[in-house]
């Protein structure tokens, strides 16, 4: 089951002048920065309210942020979803139809087991879905 929104990912060149702006922003600054080698990623999380916005900038050319980038520019980069239980809801979409882009949960940032829906199937919006592994 999802739970919740848990954030939204945010594509962005230069993570030090966003995380400024985006601290303008919303008041707060992000309560920590994270780099997941494993996405070719660097990333910063601000709370707001139960809900949290993840600055993503790349790390490498091959990164999936500097690429979207590239093609797109700035901006809305996915929606992550809060599941119970990854490997259920894995399943279940799976067998909704949705193309998973990993069969496996994978580590994400912020103490996540992570999986993400190819946007081909999903009205163009790159889908995550993130369990808490505190
Ligand atoms: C920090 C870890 C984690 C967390 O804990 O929160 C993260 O958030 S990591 C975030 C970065 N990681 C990922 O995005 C992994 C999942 N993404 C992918 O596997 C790929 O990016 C992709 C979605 C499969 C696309 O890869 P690829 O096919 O190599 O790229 P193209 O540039 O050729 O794009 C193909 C096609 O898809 C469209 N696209 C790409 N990204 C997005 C997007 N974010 N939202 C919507 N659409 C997207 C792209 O525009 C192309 O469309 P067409 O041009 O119409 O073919
Ligand atoms: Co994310």
Redesign the pocket.
């Known amino acids: 089951m999802m739970t919740q929104v848990e ?1 939204i ?1 945010i594509a962005v060149k230069d993570l030090a002048v966003s995380n400024e702006l985006f601290t303008k922003l919303l008041g707060v600054k992000p309560y920590k920065e994270e780099g ?1 080698a494993s ?1 070719g ?1 660097m ?1 910063s999380f601000f709370q707001v309210g139960k809900t949290k916005i ?1 600055l ?1 900038e790349g790390t490498s050319p091959e990164s ?2 500097t ?2 980038i590239e ?2 520019g700035e901006g809305i ?2 929606l ?1 979803f809060e599941v119970e239980n990854i490997y259920t809801e894995m399943e279940r979409l799976k067998n909704e139809g949705f193309t998973l ?1 990993n069969e496996v949960p994978k580590p ?3 103490n ?1 087991l ?1 999986c ?1 829906l ?3 199937g999903t009205n ?3 889908v ?1 879905l ?1 369990q808490n592994i505190d």
């Open positions: 954030h990912g997941v996405e990623v990333t993840e993503l999936p942020i690429k979207f093609k797109k980069h996915h992550a882009l994400g940032a912020d996540k992570v993400f190819h946007p081909k163009s919006v790159l995550e993130c």
